[in-house]
């Protein structure tokens, strides 16, 4: 009789899990479906203001690439100096995912501890803040860009701001996630004796996120590479610009759009390679 009763509350408790199992699967493939219908319509939608032409179009979509192939073997004599030709605008374009990586690195730490809870300078304007790092998240580089470019012309500071401003927002993010990990301990302890805000905040809590930061920093700066490159199709400067240029010249082109493509290729491959390296030393310890 024992074990029937106490078998019987067992039995209620797997039926229960089970069903609320079955349920959420139920509501999962709901949602599935949703979007699944949403996103059908939302390409027939587009392929329709596009008179039709995905489905016409998709049988030539390796056209581009062979063409440039092609050319690019047949004048595979002028890649060394297509590489030295363009060397100084990839520069130019790390020089700009540098910057903007850095000064919104900066930008990104003051956002995140003013909101962060138990760390805010002023705790009743940490909604504010998270809503401006939103803001810097939600709003897309080009778009910035394309807006800054209105007003102060081409070049690479357009570029700068726009990634800047993304970058502070989005490394705000994940730095106020650390934060929230970090020991309130030497806080509190450095606040006994009457330190300020800012030495609370760089004697107590720096030491204890500064390897994480550094970490976000590097893999934010892979990204930064590649935003600025696309922004330069814009006219925002760098190595984008020198690409724009070689493919819409066409055909005669395209050795000097693949000898870009190399350099990018090879930057991007260095660049998250050696910031792998440091941020596993990171995490492992040096």
């Known amino acids: 009789m024992a074990n029937l009763t106490i078998g019987a509350p067992v039995d209620n408790i797997k039926a229960g899990y089970m069903a609320m199992v079955q349920r959420k699967r139920i509501y999962s493939g709901i949602v599935l479906i949703v979007f699944v219908a949403m996103l059908a319509a939302g390409f027939d939608l587009a392929d329709s203001r596009n008179a039709g032409g995905f489905w016409s179009g998709l049988s030539r979509i390796f056209d581009f690439p062979a063409e440039l192939i092609k050319e690019a073997f047949e004048k595979s004599a002028a890649l060394p100096g297509n590489l030295a030709m363009y060397f100084p605008a990839l520069v130019e374009t790390i020089n700009i995912a540098a910057v903007s990586t850095l000064i919104g690195a900066i930008f990104a730490i003051l956002l995140s501890l003013l909101s962060t809870r138990g760390l805010a300078r002023w705790p009743r304007l940490i909604g504010v803040f998270r809503r401006a790092m939103d803001v810097m998240r939600a709003l897309p580089e080009v778009v910035i860009a394309l807006v800054l470019i209105f007003i102060l012309g081409g070049g690479p500071v357009p570029a ?119 941020r596993n030393k990171l995490v492992r310890g040096f």
């Open 160 to 278: 700068m701001i726009a990634i800047t401003f993304h970058t502070a927002g989005a490394l705000g993010k994940l730095f106020s996630e650390v934060n929230e990990n970090a020991d309130l301990k030497p806080v509190e302890g450095l606040t006994s004796v009457g330190a300020s805000w800012l030495q609370r905040m760089w004697l107590g809590v720096m030491p204890q996120v500064a390897p994480n930061y550094l970490s976000y920093a590097l893999l934010r700066f892979e990204i930064n590479v590649r935003a600025s490159a696309i922004l330069g199709f814009v006219g925002a400067g760098g190595i984008g610009s020198e690409l724009r240029i070689a493919i819409s010249w066409g055909t005669g082109r395209y050795d000097a759009a693949a000898a870009i493509f190399i350099l990018l290729f090879l930057t991007i491959v260095v660049i998250d390679q050696t910031s792998s390296h440091f």
